[in-house]
């Protein structure tokens, strides 16, 4: 092997225990290990060596701490197909009699298979519609548009939703309202109404109210309960089996309803039944729908125009007016440097935002982001952003990044697990695990949440280096970190990017692009209190 190839090989096996191999350079690796068996004993040889240095550095246990290699290699390329990753376990099983220790580099945490695993969602259902919709305690802060439900109770407080079950049935909650999931083909309805739409592919869809099962045998029925244990079902069309305790299946067509109390199904004659308008429609949910969505499109405009005047913003960008010709996110802020803090967008797409006439930009590919330069030195720092998370398939995922990381610049970005996280270092990248300050929120995002909106914020304070992380106006806990306690003199920004990475610490770091959507930014120098930020969620919450 020439010695240009093997400086290659060597880059190549180092930048994959680092955490930080690209797609290609992962297939490069594995051709070249499939190939030659001195490729593999340089493997082998690295792999020892990174494992001795890890042990020398840490003082750890590095027996509890090895992997097998297949275990090694999924958490670092999840967009790599498996096909790949378990040839290439295989073929370097053959040389590896020895198993291999992780090493952690810089920000980047080291995530188990089993914490991939866990980022499958078990849903269910999915809420594909709602109109004034107000979720309580049990789902405040996961429910909404566009999110998969899980098993369990979900509470409407008010306002109308449609949810979608898997199973191919469908239904049109009215809050107040206390639904339970089952599976995807079957609920329990403890109060309120719904209208179920159950075509013939979800034939034998089942509900669950007073002790008694309603199955639907292909149509639309309506059902009402209230908070005592009492209700009524009326059928729309087709058929519905209604199965109480002790009595005898009774089978219901068009136009016909029952009265359900303590497991009991007394049938009504037709002339007392109500009309469909007794129950919720997601006609009416769509058109109620659009009519609060303009509504609160055009609050949040009137309310920007002043809020933009906060003397205490360096910046902000509302991300209205965009076109796909648009190359230029216009800082909106009326005190500070104006125009000279306006963004370059690169590569990222105009979409439409959390409502259906807002815009927002579209973060997808490598090279999306939008560049920034912000002056200055700063004893405090507010930041947020209105987010879509599409996906958290990054080990470490952009939101607003400065170039490499150099002394007391910021890093604020999601990690995999779905945690806000913030750093930065008084050194810079020199030594960072001596220096770099992180803070990680408790977890709030999983795979369930996809596409949903959210408004994510942090708050740093210089002197004791005070960071808070809210989530929809919320604060959230600080669950791990590193360095919490040491002092930050102050912060800067300078070159930076929302959406990615420009500039790396380490030619090998990984790719951070952001998958997903924002569609409002803002970064204050002072520290918002909880009172404004929650503020700040309600006026802009979708």
Known sequence: ?????????????????????????????????????????????????????????????????????????????????????????????????????????????????????????????????????????????????????????????????????????????SGPAELELISRDAAILHSGSLKADVPPAARGFEIRAADVVLEDLGTSFGLAMNNKGQGRMQVFDGEVRVLAKDAEPLLLEQGESVQ?????????????????????????????????????????????????????????????????????LRNQALHGDGTELDGGIVGARVELGRWGEKRALDFRQEGDRVRFQIAGEFKAISIYAWVRIDALDRQLNSLFLTDHFDENEIHWQLSRRGELLFSSSPKGAENLKTHNRQFYSDVFWDASLSGKWFLLATTIESGTGKVEHYVDGKLVSTSRGTNMGKPLSSMRIGKADLGNWSDPIQPYSMIRTLNGRIDEFAIFSAVLSAAEIADIYEMGRP
């Open 1 to 173: 092997m020439m010695k240009d190839d093997s400086d290659r090989l060597r880059g190549l096996i180092q930048a994959h225990l680092d955490q930080c191999l690209s797609d290609s350079e992962f297939e490069e690796l594995y051709m070249e290990l499939e190939a030659s068996p001195s490729a593999r004993n340089d493997y082998a040889e690295l792999v020892r060596l990174d494992a001795g240095l890890k042990d020398s550095l840490d003082g750890g246990d590095a027996a509890g701490a090895r992997h097998d290699l297949s275990a090694v290699l999924v958490p670092f390329q999840p967009r790599q197909s498996m096909r790949w990753v378990w040839a290439m376990a295989a073929v370097v099983a053959v040389s590896l009699a020895a198993t291999l220790l992780l090493r952690q580099v810089g920000e980047a945490p080291v995530l188990s298979q089993s914490e991939h695993r866990q980022e499958a969602t078990r849903g269910i259902a999915v809420i594909t519609a709602q109109a004034g919709a107000k979720w309580g305690e049990l789902g405040a802060s996961r429910l909404g548009l566009g999110v998969a439900l899980e098993p369990g109770r979900v509470i409407l407080q008010q306002g109308m939703a449609q949810i979608d079950f898997f199973g191919g049935a469908s239904i049109s909650l």
């Open 260 to 328: 359900l109390t303590a497991g009991k199904a007394l049938r009504q004659n037709k002339g007392e039944a109500g009309g469909r308008t007794d129950f919720p429609d997601i006609m009416s949910i769509i058109a109620e729908s659009g009519g609060r969505e303009e509504t609160r499109y055009a609050a949040w405009k009137e309310w920007s125009l002043d809020f933009r005047r906060d003397p205490r913003l360096l910046a902000y960008y509302d991300f209205e007016d965009l076109t796909t010709a648009t190359r230029r």
